[in-house]
């Protein structure tokens, strides 16, 4: 089952985020009953924002959070996530940045249940709490209404 969601995602993400997300930069997934891990390498290094206007513009992916690490500012966590709402594969994208703000890889990991992606999400959210300052980040409660309001108008 999962890898039909690995096939899905691989079959439009390419076509949206060519410059991030390119089959032929894909490592070996690593693939588990629920989920599967995929690496990209960037040909081009981004700034780290302009990484996440890509995600945000193009993929219309939800901000779960960015923050820099506290025994290190200037490398910074990131972790978008695809909004339950819109039926869409259900993936998270995490990206870490270089001391000089730039990304050189990305990682999509992409689910086959709801139950474990949200749980996921949840589980690297409170990761980061304690070593990162938040830039920006959605509290535990605020992702579980996502989730919560995924069969509901608004």
């Not at 513009?57 to 779960?64: A, I, P, Q, S, T």
């Not at 025994?71 to 001391?99: D, E």
Request: aromatic share 10%; glycine share 4%; proline share 5%.
């Amino acid at each position: 089952m999962i890898t039909k969601e690995v096939n899905k995602f691989m079959a439009l993400a390419p076509l949206m985020l060519p410059r991030l997300i390119d089959s032929k930069k894909c490592a070996e997934p690593d693939i588990t009953e629920d989920s599967a891990i995929l690496y990209f390498s960037l040909e081009e290094k981004f700034p780290i924002g302009c990484v996440m206007d890509m995600l945000d513009d193009d993929m219309d992916l939800l901000l779960l959070y960015h923050g820099t690490s506290k025994a290190a500012p200037n490398i910074h966590h990131c972790c978008f996530f695809a909004s339950p709402k819109l039926g869409q594969s259900m993936y998270k994208v995490n990206m870490v940045s270089q001391p000089n703000g730039f990304i050189d890889g990305i990682s999509v990991t992409i689910y086959d249940s709801i139950d474990v992606w949200e749980d996921e999400l949840e589980s690297d959210l409170l990761s980061h709490e304690a070593s990162f300052d938040f830039v920006e980040a959605m509290t535990a409660a605020k992702l579980l209404s996502v989730f919560c309001k995924m069969n509901y108008d608004g």
